[in-house]
């Protein structure tokens, strides 16, 4: 058994040596089709990441005007606890926000200065609405400016962040799709690619494999040089793609990192996780795209 | 043992290749089967070696019945036949031991046996100074032997030569005839299928004959009789 598949791939590597030319245009494309899989599937991959760690500071502060009470504020906390779509609602009284407010400048005397000169704390009360999903954010403001609680509120602050979400939904989606546009593109262009190429070596070595059915070779020897050599355009291909992704990623990664500054987001550590996954996901493609072309050229053209 | 009963071949354009052929080779038997270009000589070496099945009749060969051999089947017999042909059929890029050991390789022969075994046929047909030439750096006798030698890795019960020395002066011819008889000597059937009158009489061995895709004769110790 050794021995057969040693001359198997002694035979496939003659064949990927003999059409040279031919197997690198091969490889080339596979890695094309290799590359514009990897970046939607990290795409895909990043942005759900990206999105969570936006979504995670994303919540909705109500401030309310001084002519609230406290138990109106109660009140309404507890209404917006009611809701189904919410998962948390934190009161922040005029006192907190003060005390936040100091701790969050101890640094400037100028500001800490002023707060101590202060007769009357300005800072508003505060509920900070965080929802399970992203979309819910705009059916609680919804049923709250709907409610009788919304004549207390001063203000709300979430519009800022939802453009920023859509924005960068959009960017993510239409990459996405130019991605995955010309994933297909790809995967059909190499596909024929393998099946020319595979076809091309049954043609280039017909004369061998008439005398290898004439000496009693047996059909799986003789079919199975050609699958060896789409297994090599396979992993060769494979690991070419993750040579040049990886150091692209890096390469890239500060420049996506300073879209989310100030967020919990590190483009490369995500990517460093999921790495593994990109090879396989790469080596498994190139396979099922080498070994069903293959396939397909050796049953029509490798009458055995 | 190869018997041939009421066999015939039909082409696709229905053109007869052979008919009604009925005949029996035993084993050890040299047989030369005789006729002129278009009589159905080469499609009975076809049909042997299962490249061409028969439109009618039954071919058994050492008690298998191949008429309708599963394709899986077919390199099990090609291994107990060895098959030479007019256009040699070796492999330009490989030297001549590269060339017999390939038909070992590619039935899966372990290293060591190769070594030992293409050696040995390369002696029985007198090319062990010549094993590492190519197949453009020998004459056309030689070419011959190497395909010879070829046919011989798997220990043959059945030699089939289709026209072997249709490319060779009288000369390399005679020294292949030669070759084949003392392979024959050997206890292995030889089926010798020629049209080359000089050859077919000197041997002095069965010579069956065909004119039309039939048999016409069939002598023990014939001659070229068309």
Do not use: C
């Amino acid at each position: 058994m050794f021995v057969n598949l040693f001359r198997t791939s002694k035979f496939a590597a003659q064949n990927f040596r003999r059409n040279l030319w031919l197997s690198v245009i091969t490889v080339f494309i596979l890695v094309l089709t290799l590359f514009t899989i990897s970046l939607v599937f990290t795409i895909n991959l990043v942005a759900d990441q990206a999105l969570n760690s936006i979504q995670e500071k994303i919540d909705i502060d109500i401030f309310f005007s001084s002519t609230a009470s406290e138990s109106d504020i109660i009140e309404a906390q507890v209404y917006l606890q009611q809701m189904p779509e919410v998962d948390q609602v934190t009161y922040i009284s005029k006192d907190d926000a003060l005390e936040k407010f100091a701790a969050s400048h101890l640094d400037d005397p100028n500001i800490q200065e002023s707060i101590a000169e202060l007769e009357e704390n300005p800072l508003p009360a505060s509920l900070v609405v965080t929802a399970y999903e992203l979309d819910d954010y705009k059916v609680i403001l919804n049923n709250f400016e709907a409610s009788q609680f919304n004549e207390f509120a001063q203000d709300k602050s979430f519009t800022d962040y939802q453009l920023v979400i859509e924005k960068l939904s959009n960017i993510i989606n239409r990459i996405y799709q130019i991605g995955f546009i010309l994933s297909i593109f790809f995967i059909i262009i190499s596909v024929f690619v393998v099946f020319n190429t595979i076809r091309m070596a049954t043609y280039a070595q017909r004369e061998e494999l008439g005398i290898m059915k004439l000496v009693g070779a047996t059909n799986a020897f003789i079919r199975a040089p050609f699958f060896m050599e789409a297994i090599f355009y396979a992993i060769l291909s494979a690991v070419i793609t993750i040579v040049i992704f990886y150091p692209t990623v890096l390469l890239a990664s500060p420049y996506i990192n300073s879209f989310f500054e100030g967020y919990d987001f590190d483009f490369m550590y995500y990517f460093n996780q999921y790495v593994l996954h990109v090879f396989f996901l790469e080596l498994a493609v190139a396979l099922f795209l080498t070994t069903v072309s293959s396939m397909i050229a050796i049953t029509r053209y490798l009458k055995v | 043992m190869i018997k041939f009963k009421k066999v015939s071949k039909l082409y696709p354009d229905k053109t007869p290749a052979a008919k009604d052929l009925n005949f029996s080779i035993r084993p050890g038997e040299f047989v030369s089967i005789v006729g002129q270009s278009g009589t159905g000589k080469t499609t009975i070496a076809k049909m042997i070696i299962a490249e061409e099945e028969p439109t009618a009749g039954n071919i058994i060969i050492g008690g298998w019945d191949i008429t309708n051999i599963k394709n899986s089947d077919i390199p099990v017999l090609r291994r107990q036949i060895g098959v030479v042909f007019q256009d040699f059929k070796l492999l330009p890029k490989k030297n001549i031991f590269e060339n017999v050991a390939f038909a070992m390789e590619v039935s899966g022969a372990k290293k060591e046996d190769i070594n030992k075994v293409v050696p040995q046929v390369l002696k029985i047909v007198g090319l062990t100074k010549k094993t590492d030439r190519f197949p453009n750096q020998l004459s056309g006798g030689e070419r011959q032997r190497v395909v010879i030698a070829r046919s011989l890795v798997h220990h043959p019960k059945i030699i089939v030569a289709d026209e072997p020395t249709g490319n060779l002066d009288s000369i390399n011819a005679h020294d292949i005839v030669n070759l084949l008889l003392k392979i024959n000597q050997f206890g292995t059937t030889v089926v010798l299928v020629t049209h080359n009158h000089d050859i077919v009489n000197s041997i002095k061995k069965r010579v069956i004959t065909l004119d039309g895709g039939q048999i016409i004769s069939d002598q023990k110790t014939g001659k070229y009789i068309l």
